[in-house]
T-cell receptor
Framework: GESVGLHLPTLSVQEGDNSIINCAYSNSASDYFIWYKQESGKGPQFIIDIRSNMDKRQGQRVTVLLNKTVKHLSLQIAATQPGDSAVYFCAENDDSNYQLIWGAGTKLIIKP | GAGVSQSPRYKVAKRGQDVALRCDPISGHVSLFWYQQALGQGPEFLTYFQNEAQLDKSGLPSDRFFAERPEGSVSTLKIQRTQQEDSAVYLC???????????FGPGTRLTVT
């Protein structure tokens, strides 16, 4: 597989613990935010999204929190599993634009 | 399968060669996107199609890059006279609408030697 993460921020988490991945976004006009997971050698995979009229949204084992005041987005993964190892990207856009603006990515490593 | 597929998965080209990368989107998806992803970075937008119309090609890095989607389904990204800086993973994504969730293919890793 590809060697990603040479310059990526890295988060190491013990298996079973909760993970929190943070993202600062740039455009105050953005009103739609998405978290993607990218495993080595694969394309990004949608995890969860949130619109700006919400500050929290929950999925299966994942929660996204949005703080519009400080333009901050976080992804919480409960009971982290080995299969959660990947690079996580946040992306943003506004309804007037189909283009996604992507964050830098965080590599999540699960320690056994 | 029902997902986005791309071919080839890996391509090695000598500098100066032309390459063609194929994307088969999810059936019925009107929107199709091409991205370029360098190692360790997020995808960078290249171009966007709505059906067969190329509505935005502002991300194409040079006139050596050309994309088409003649029948509003399969798309091809062509790179002429490849350069080493073209080495990257090229991702295709499709969506049922322009601002909706994008579904990504596995990408084509292009290496120019």
């Amino acid at each position: 597989g590809e060697s990603v993460g040479l310059h990526l921020p890295t988060l190491s988490v013990q298996e079973g613990d909760n993970s929190i991945i943070n993202c600062a976004y740039s455009n105050s006009a953005s009103d739609y935010f998405i978290w993607y997971k990218q495993e080595s050698g694969k394309g990004p995979q949608f995890i969860i999204d949130i619109r700006s009229n919400m500050d929290k949204r929950q999925g299966q084992r994942v929660t996204v929190l949005l703080n519009k005041t400080v333009k901050h987005l976080s992804l919480q993964i409960a009971a982290t599993q080995p299969g959660d190892s990947a690079v996580y990207f946040c992306a943003e856009n506004d309804d007037s634009n189909y283009q996604l603006i992507w964050g830098a990515g965080t590599k999540l490593i699960i320690k056994p | 399968g029902a997902g986005v597929s791309q071919s080839p998965r890996y391509k090695v080209a000598k500098r100066g060669q032309d390459v063609a990368l194929r994307c088969d989107p999810i059936s019925g998806h009107v929107s199709l996107f091409w991205y370029q992803q360098a190692l360790g970075q997020g995808p960078e937008f290249l171009t966007y199609f709505q059906n067969e119309a190329q509505l935005d090609k502002s991300g194409l890095p040079s006139d050596r890059f050309f994309a088409e989607r003649p029948e509003g389904s399969v798309s091809t990204l062509k790179i002429q006279r490849t350069q080493q800086e073209d080495s990257a993973v090229y991702l295709c994504a499709s969506s049922s609408r322009g601002d909706g969730e994008q579904y990504f293919g596995p990408g084509t890793r292009l290496t120019v030697t």
